[in-house]
Nanobody, 124 residues
């Protein structure tokens, strides 16, 4: 199996910065990774995509975070990051790491793996 562990969440003031990390471990060697990304779920709202990055390095951002957040990847460390700048109160949410990929022996199905989530609180 694959485990995703997020870290870096916490309290940040409006306008401040925070960096989230997601470490993938387990049977990751069996996975052909298509993309890794970050989702978030604010209180009372549905989970939404924040940003993702494909195996080829293409990035995608929600309109609400464009210009403020940056997603990056360190393949050697099996880690993906979300650098958050100029945070707003509406960024308050639980942030979840996601990995999409194909498992060896199951080439016709794309799996999705999720981390446990890390809380980001924006407050002055």
């Amino acid at each position: 199996q694959v485990q995703l562990v997020e870290s870096g969440g916490g309290l940040v003031q409006p306008g401040g910065s925070l960096r989230l990390s997601c470490l993938a471990s387990g049977s990751i060697f069996r996975i052909r990774i298509n993309a890794m990304g970050w989702y978030r779920q604010a209180p009372g709202k549905q989970r939404e995509l924040v940003a993702d990055i494909t195996s080829g390095g293409t990035t995608n951002y929600a309109n609400s975070v464009k210009g403020r957040f940056t997603i990056s990847r360190d393949n050697a460390k099996n880690t993906v990051y979300l650098q958050m700048h100029s945070v707003k109160p509406e960024d308050l949410a639980v942030y979840y790491c996601n990995l999409r990929g194909v498992v060896a022996g199951e080439p016709g199905y794309e799996y999705g793996f999720w981390g446990q989530g890390t809380q980001v609180t924006v407050s002055s």
